[in-house]
């Protein structure tokens, strides 16, 4: 049976009635029609899907929709600002952190967070930001680049 969840995604309130057991990721792609969040194993164990919920990187393949009940979600829509880029979107644009891009919104969510919480992370906290996102091209080595550029040039603004 259907129930309504109400919450905010990418600054817009939204309320969506959806089946009990619906993942996330789900209602953001099928009922939202936001596509920018992939999805990758279903399992939670790659990454593809994060999305920020309340700022905190999640899965959203193994979150519950009703779980967003009340909270702030942002997806990768939520960050260029018309054609202008994120500022780490554009530094993987830039750094080449990218190959199919299949994986590229979760670890620009996941990178964005970090920096909010960290604005000068070590290659450790990257790394361990970034365990369990999984770019099935190898791009591991640009991708740690593009996050330390995208410090670099946010603690310049």
Do not use: W
Request: one cysteine or more; a neutral charge.
């Amino acid at each position: 049976m259907p129930s309504e969840i109400k919450f905010e995604i990418n600054g817009k309130a939204t309320a969506v009635s959806t089946e009990t057991g619906r993942s996330l990721l789900e209602v953001i792609r099928e009922d939202l029609k936001l596509t920018g969040t992939k999805y990758g194993c279903g399992e939670g164990a790659c990454g593809a899907c994060t999305v920020l919920v309340d700022g905190k990187p999640t899965f959203s393949c193994t979150t519950p929709a009703s779980d967003a009940a009340g909270k702030k979600v942002a997806t990768i829509e939520s960050l260029a600002d018309g054609e202008k880029l994120h500022p780490v979107q554009q530094v993987f644009c830039d750094a080449l952190a990218y190959q199919c891009g299949y994986c590229t919104p979760g670890m620009i969510m996941a990178s964005v967070a970090l920096l909010e919480k960290s604005p000068k992370p070590s290659d450790e906290e990257i790394s361990k930001t970034l365990n369990g996102h999984l770019c099935r091209c190898c791009g591991y080595t640009n991708i740690v680049d593009a996050v330390r550029r995208a410090s670099t040039e946010l603690s310049r603004r």
